[in-house]
């Protein structure tokens, strides 16, 4: 099955990015407004800081119970604190039970343990519960109502037992995400239009924003969640309700047929002598050369392909498109490489698909110079983008 998982490669590219600007001054690194207009000013204004855990690390929500790993701490360790099976709860997060957690890394409990309360260190007893603003607006609107000069009390109705929890302003449970296979943290920022900043706050990610498959992270909400989308028309069996048109034929018979006039031939024009015709030299003035020899299978597109990618065998190296130096060498989650290089001019080229490097951060690179090697797929290909700042450019603009 061929590998067209573009977006996956995309998103990548996102995070590597990055990784490679975070070394510019002044850089921001939640990505905001690159590529598809994403914005998270807005969010992040409403967004709320992470609750403090209990004694145990526990900080507990209606729906699920985390931990919050201290330092040096381990699976098995916070299975020893909390009674649970060491082995599970590692499988439960995708990491083995004797790796050292980075502090403030959070671990998804696979089932409930006992409530915090003052015992162990919270401040309340039971689960974290969101902030009703429907029932704090009612009671509000039921005083004024008894207080008002020969008003009639409304008569208040009991909520259902089974009610939906209410909109909330602040403490709206986070999200639990899963990290999947060719996820970076970038793309989960885009998914919940929350700001990288804010998830690595709330998890406890290093500053490379490191992620691994399997891996719970919470993303905080804030004041207001999206609206649900609008319930649609009654669903109906294919076809009821659709009225079928009447064919042609059932209204008037069909034209007799005539037979079509004979066609003249065209005129061929002479076949031009090929081995006259020479191809328009490359510019020599080009910025950049071609870091692979290939066709280009996808072209720039912003937005949705902010590079171009250019099909070649796997293990083709792969080289620098300029003079410059290495801003950034990472991986995605699927292991692909990914390399980043900063040129004089401020400008920034970027190279992913990649394995083999031959570079290393901070390492001076020239032009032409054999960086590393194209990572078997189907098809094989690199990916390369040329970048003033956040600004995706035309790399074809900018090569011979």
């Not at 490679?20 to 000013?41: K, V, Y």
């Not at 008894?146 to 709206?172: E, K, S, W």
Request: negative net charge; contains cysteine; proline residues 9%.
């Amino acid at each position: 099955m061929a590998n067209r998982n573009f977006p996956v490669r995309r998103i990548a590219l996102t995070g590597m990015t990055l990784a490679a600007l975070a070394a510019c001054e002044g850089f921001d690194p939640d990505l905001r407004d690159i590529g598809n207009g994403f914005d998270t000013s807005a969010a992040v204004q409403s967004l709320p800081g992470r609750p403090r855990p209990d004694d145990r690390g526990v900080i507990s929500y209606p729906n699920y119970q985390v931990v919050v790993a201290r330092r040096d701490d381990t699976i098995r360790g916070i299975a020893i604190r909390l009674g649970l099976d060491a082995d599970e709860l590692a499988e439960y997060n995708g990491i083995g039970p004797d790796v050292i957690l980075r502090r403030d890394e959070i671990i998804a409990l696979p089932s409930r343990v006992t409530e915090p309360s003052p015992a162990t260190g919270a401040i309340g007893t039971g689960p974290i519960q969101p902030f009703d603003v429907t029932a704090v607006a009612t009671t509000a609107l039921d005083r004024a109502d008894a207080a008002g000069a020969g008003a009639v009390t409304a008569t208040p109705i009991a909520p259902a037992a089974t009610a939906p929890a209410a909109p909330v302003v602040r403490g709206t449970e986070p999200i639990r995400h899963q990290v999947q296979r060719g996820e970076t943290v970038f793309s989960i920022s885009r998914l919940y239009n929350v700001p990288v900043t804010n998830i690595a706050e709330w998890n406890g990610l290093n500053s490379e924003f490191t992620i691994r498959e399997g891996q719970y992270l919470l993303i905080p909400q804030g004041g207001s969640a999206p609206a649900p989308a609008a319930a649609s028309a009654a669903v109906t069996a294919p076809g009821v309700g659709t009225t079928t048109p009447v064919p042609p034929s059932a209204a008037r018979p069909l034209p007799s047929e005539t037979p079509a006039a004979p066609v003249t031939a065209a005129v061929v024009p002479a076949t031009p002598d090929l081995g006259t015709t020479t191809a328009q030299p490359a510019s020599s003035d080009a910025r950049f050369i071609m870091p692979i020899q290939g066709s280009i299978i996808r072209d720039y597109a912003p937005g949705t392909n902010e590079g171009i990618d250019i099909g070649a065998s796997a293990g083709s190296d792969v080289r620098a498109a300029g003079s410059g130096t290495v801003a950034a060498v990472t991986t995605d989650t699927s292991g692909g490489a990914i390399v980043v290089l900063k040129h004089s001019d401020g400008l920034l080229t970027v190279y992913t698909q990649m394995e083999g490097l031959t570079v290393s951060k901070d390492d001076s690179v020239s032009r032409g110079q054999v960086i590393g090697k194209v990572r078997a797929a189907n098809p094989s290909f690199l990916h390369f983008e040329v970048r003033r700042g956040l600004q995706s450019l035309d790399p074809n603009d900018f090569l011979q």
